[in-house]
């Protein structure tokens, strides 16, 4: 026992210590701002949750559901999403070290208890629903116990799923399949939301919806035990307790298959059949070629193409929930903003796989045919998603005609994009390095939050304003046999901005070689 | 005799720390050159300065005659760099690579082919060849990123602790290679503070220390005519540890 709660202290102390010393690294601003946010989180959930004390009953349910329901979707995908911010997560780190499977998991457990995160969101939820949900009778009992379970809950799920994560991601198909349904499952997250936007009916659904998810099955038992009802508060909260344990047991197992196992990248051992970048033979060519190697080898490109593609899609739908199956125009130029899924892997060509710039620097790059062949490269990430999604609008609407115009004029809109790729890229490069953890966001805990949102936000604009053009000629030619022609005068119009963009991106390129190897790869100088 | 790289008071800083101050080289051509210093001394952003990798905040470097900054690209037609920190593209094969370098340094396609073959098969690395860089150990990415650097036929060699965490087999074929280079006329830099791999091929060395160079000369002055190890003098010019283990540790101990 004393072994145990001398784990329990090391776990502790592990979390508190990579905690700070992270707040810290990032300086003063990041470290209040971080302790500002966990504070306000804590005084949100506890205001939110003890003012249900004086709302009505039907509110005081949705209120808990939908806050325990973001709460566990948060702590479940944060550290998942968020690569880095918890090192604890990851049992492979332990593995050297003497322990036993208890040992390790208590470690584990109670480090995972312990950051600004898991410590603000504990706080508040226990404050508020003592407060809100407490009253005399069952949930004298039930409450505190709900709210352990809540807890034990989220961080076992949130466990589970990143070791099952490093176990599927073991292997390239395995990665790939946990990217595509990771993808379809959030693609389906944002379609729902949309449809919750319209609030009423529709949110109330939601919300019974969420209910039946089992991170929130202690919410239900909170509920119930509100109202008094005794047997089935505690039915819930022994379903609970029993996920608890069983996830919990997942957890501990999975793990132990990790360190038993090894983790290994989903690159090992790759044997190639022999194509030496076939048949380049200028500089154009060969950074082509390489590009094209690195479509299909590269875990960024396959991961950004399958995200790109559902999530396109995605957008298409929200088309079609939002404007109805009849308004068929309107869905079909929505396949355009399937382009927007991948904009981020357009607009930072130079920042991939950034510590290997050198060597390209040293052999007189990245000149005109690296931006080039780089940009080029991204065309089939924007394009398939875009036709795949015209397809989906094609069954959902029946405008083939339509959808079929779209598909061709989204080349000339594609280039757009490229042209804003080409000045974003050499104007604000962002390493991004090219690892197998398909679900971290790379550019996360960097500092370039907001920088990333900028850059998106005037991609928008620009590819608007480059396109706009297009479309009013497009929209005043309905009915005209010219239509069909308008696609290829789009393409060469679309070819002059891009043209000047790679000629200006080779000019502010020369020089600058070794400042943008030092803002890129500046840990690789020292 | 002619200096194939001088460089003249480089500087570099980050933020408060100095790296390199006033660092002055003279390479003479067909020579075998070690820049040693203890870790941290300044030898790695020594030689990305000298290499047109990282702009120096003072001082030049000239190569052949050319001076490196402003503009390196002429320099780099000229050198051969073989890094200490070996990011490499790791998801092409080792002949991939080879052949993009090439084409990437104008080469004649049939030329890199070529020249990418004979490479792996004097480096050992035929097997490899169509291995991506990925999977390939410590010693065989030196191997390839040593091929890359001699790909295009360098009158200047430059190289960054090639023989850190390689494995003697290995140690080998590259000093074989090197030597073979050197014999047709190549100039080498490299840096290392392996002492003994440096007193058996260099024929200069300066030692730098906190990014300065303490000493410098022919290794025959600096050892007395090897009555001294080049060691000592290492250590001499760098200064020991503060405390003797056997005194401080005196807890590390069997019972």
């Known amino acids: 026992m004393n072994s145990?709660?001398?784990?329990?202290?090391?776990?502790?102390?592990?979390?508190?210590?990579?905690?700070?010393n992270r707040l810290r690294r990032r300086g003063k601003h990041t470290r209040r701002s971080t302790i500002l946010v966990a504070a306000s989180y804590t005084?949100?959930?506890?205001?939110?949750?003890?003012?249900?004390?004086?709302?009505?009953?039907?509110?005081?349910?949705?209120?808990?559901?939908?806050?325990?329901?973001?709460?566990?979707?948060?702590?479940?995908?944060?550290?998942?999403?968020?690569?880095?911010?918890?090192?604890?997560?990851?049992?492979?780190?332990?593995?050297?070290?003497?322990?036993?499977?208890?040992?390790?998991?208590?470690?584990?457990?109670?480090?995972?208890?312990?950051?600004?995160?898991?410590?603000?969101?504990?706080?508040?939820?226990?404050?508020?629903?003592?407060?809100?949900?407490?009253?005399?009778?069952i949930s004298i009992l039930v409450v505190p116990l709900a709210s352990i379970c809540a807890i034990l809950l989220m961080v076992g799920a949130a466990r589970s799923l990143a070791a099952a994560l490093a176990i599927a991601q073991r292997s390239r198909v395995g990665r790939d399949f946990a990217v595509l349904a990771a993808a379809i499952a959030g693609g389906s997250l944002f379609i729902v939301a949309q449809l919750a936007r319209?609030?009423?009916?529709?949110?109330?659904?939601?919300?019974?919806?969420?209910?039946?998810?089992?991170?929130?099955?202690?919410?239900?038992?909170?509920?119930?035990?509100?109202?008094?009802?005794?047997?089935?508060?505690?039915?819930?909260?022994?379903?609970?307790?029993?996920?608890?344990?069983?996830?919990?047991?997942?957890?501990?197992?999975?793990?132990?298959?990790?360190?038993?196992?090894?983790?290994?990248?989903?690159?090992?051992?790759?044997?190639?059949?022999?194509s030496t970048l076939s048949g380049a033979s200028t500089r154009f060519g060969a950074a082509l070629a390489r590009q094209l190697i690195y479509l299909r080898r590269s875990p960024n490109n396959s991961v950004g193409f399958l995200y790109g593609t559902v999530f396109g899609i995605s957008f298409a739908m929200v088309q079609i929930v939002q404007h109805g199956a009849g308004n068929g125009t309107a869905s079909a130029f929505g396949i355009l903003l399937a382009m927007l899924a991948n904009l981020g892997a357009v607009t930072n060509v130079l920042g991939f796989d950034a510590g290997s710039l050198w060597i390209e620097v040293l052999a007189d790059g990245p000149g005109r045919p690296h931006i080039m062949a780089r940009q080029l490269i991204a065309l089939p990430n924007l394009l398939v998603p875009t036709w795949l999604s015209g397809v989906v609008v094609g069954i959902w609407t029946?405008?083939?005609?339509?959808?079929?115009?779209?598909?061709?004029?989204?080349?000339?809109?594609?280039?757009?994009?490229?042209?804003?790729?080409?000045?974003?890229?050499?104007?604000?490069?962002?390493?991004?390095?090219?690892?197998?953890?398909?679900?971290?966001?790379?550019?996360?805990?960097?500092?370039?939050?907001?920088?990333?949102?900028?850059?998106?936000?005037?991609?928008m604009v620009s590819i608007a304003v480059l396109s706009a053009p297009i479309f009013m000629v497009v929209f005043r030619s309905f009915g005209y046999w010219w239509l069909w022609l308008l696609p290829f005068g789009a393409l060469a119009y679309a070819a002059v901005p891009f043209g000047l963009a790679l000629l200006w991106a080779g000019w502010y390129l020369h020089g600058k070689e070794p400042d943008l190897i030092e803002a890129l790869a500046s840990r690789a100088l020292n | 005799m002619e200096n194939?790289?001088?460089?003249?008071?480089?500087?570099?800083?980050?933020?408060?720390?100095?790296?390199?101050?006033?660092?002055?080289?003279?390479?003479?051509?067909?020579?075998?050159?070690?820049?040693v210093g203890p870790n941290g001394a300044g030898k790695t952003t020594s030689i990305r300065m000298i290499v047109g990798l990282l702009r120096p905040?003072?001082?030049?470097?000239?190569?052949?005659?050319?001076?490196?900054?402003?503009?390196?690209?002429?320099?780099?037609?000229m050198v051969g760099v073989l890094p200490d920190d070996l990011r490499l593209f790791e998801r092409l094969t080792g002949e991939e690579l080879l052949v993009y370098i090439g084409l990437l340094r104008r080469l004649?396609?049939?030329?890199?082919?070529?020249?990418?073959?004979?490479?792996?098969?004097?480096?050992?690395?035929?097997?490899?060849?169509?291995?991506?860089v990925a999977d390939y150990s410590t010693g065989m990415r030196k191997k390839i990123a040593l091929a890359a650097a001699l790909l295009h036929s360098p009158s200047v060699l430059i190289l960054d602790e090639p023989f850190e965490s390689v494995d003697p087999v290995s140690s080998k074929v590259i000093v074989d290679v090197l030597q073979h280079y050197r014999s047709s006329g190549g100039t080498i830099l490299f840096s290392s503070h392996v002492m003994d791999?440096?007193?058996?091929?260099?024929?200069?060395?300066?030692i730098v220390s906190s990014g300065e160079v303490v000493q410098s000369g022919s290794i025959q002055e600096l050892t007395q005519s090897s009555s001294v190890r080049l060691e000592d003098v290492f250590i001499d010019a760098v200064g020991g540890p503060g405390a003797q283990a056997s005194e401080s540790l005196k807890w590390l101990r069997q019972p």
């Not at chain 1, 709460?71 to 911010?85: D, E, Q, R, S």
């Not at chain 1, 197998?436 to 920088?451: H, I, K, M, V």
């Not at chain 2, 460089?7 to 051509?29: C, E, I, T, Y």
Request: aromatic residues 6%; charged residues 15%; hydrophobic residues 50%.
């Open chain 1, 4 to 20: 145990l709660v001398h784990m329990a202290r090391l776990g502790v102390s592990l979390r508190w210590r990579l905690s700070s």
């Open chain 1, 43 to 137: 005084v949100l959930n506890a205001v939110v949750l003890g003012s249900a004390r004086f709302g009505s009953e039907a509110a005081a349910v949705k209120t808990l559901t939908l806050l325990m329901a973001s709460m566990a979707l948060g702590w479940v995908f944060g550290p998942v999403l968020i690569g880095g911010v918890d090192e604890t997560i990851d049992p492979t780190r332990l593995a050297l070290l003497p322990l036993s499977s208890t040992e390790r998991y208590i470690v584990q457990l109670s480090a995972a208890m312990t950051g600004p995160g898991p410590l603000a969101a504990t706080a508040g939820l226990v404050i508020g629903l003592m407060v809100g949900y407490t009253r005399l009778g």
């Open chain 1, 198 to 274: 319209d609030v009423g009916a529709r949110a109330d659904a939601l919300i019974k919806a969420l209910a039946w998810i089992p991170l929130v099955w202690p919410a239900r038992a909170i509920n119930t035990a509100r109202r008094g009802e005794g047997l089935p508060a505690f039915g819930w909260l022994v379903a609970s307790l029993t996920l608890v344990v069983a996830l919990h047991a997942a957890w501990i197992w999975l793990s132990h298959f990790l360190l038993i196992n090894g983790e290994r990248g989903s690159q090992s051992r790759q044997r190639t059949n022999r």
């Open chain 1, 398 to 459: 029946g405008e083939w005609t339509l959808v079929l115009l779209v598909s061709i004029l989204a080349i000339p809109i594609a280039i757009n994009v490229l042209t804003f790729g080409v000045v974003a890229s050499v104007l604000a490069p962002a390493a991004l390095p090219d690892w197998d953890n398909p679900f971290g966001n790379r550019q996360s805990n960097e500092g370039r939050g907001l920088r990333l949102v900028v850059i998106a936000l005037t991609g």
């Open chain 2, 4 to 35: 194939a790289l001088v460089a003249n008071g480089l500087v570099k800083r980050f933020g408060d720390k100095v790296a390199v101050n006033h660092l002055d080289l003279a390479v003479p051509r067909g020579s075998w050159f070690g820049i």
């Open chain 2, 57 to 77: 905040d003072q001082g030049a470097v000239v190569v052949n005659g050319i001076d490196v900054w402003p503009d390196p690209t002429e320099v780099k037609r």
């Open chain 2, 108 to 132: 004649d396609r049939t030329a890199v082919v070529s020249r990418a073959e004979q490479l792996l098969d004097v480096l050992g690395l035929t097997n490899a060849a169509n291995d991506l």
């Open chain 2, 197 to 206: 791999t440096v007193e058996r091929l260099c024929d200069q060395i300066v």
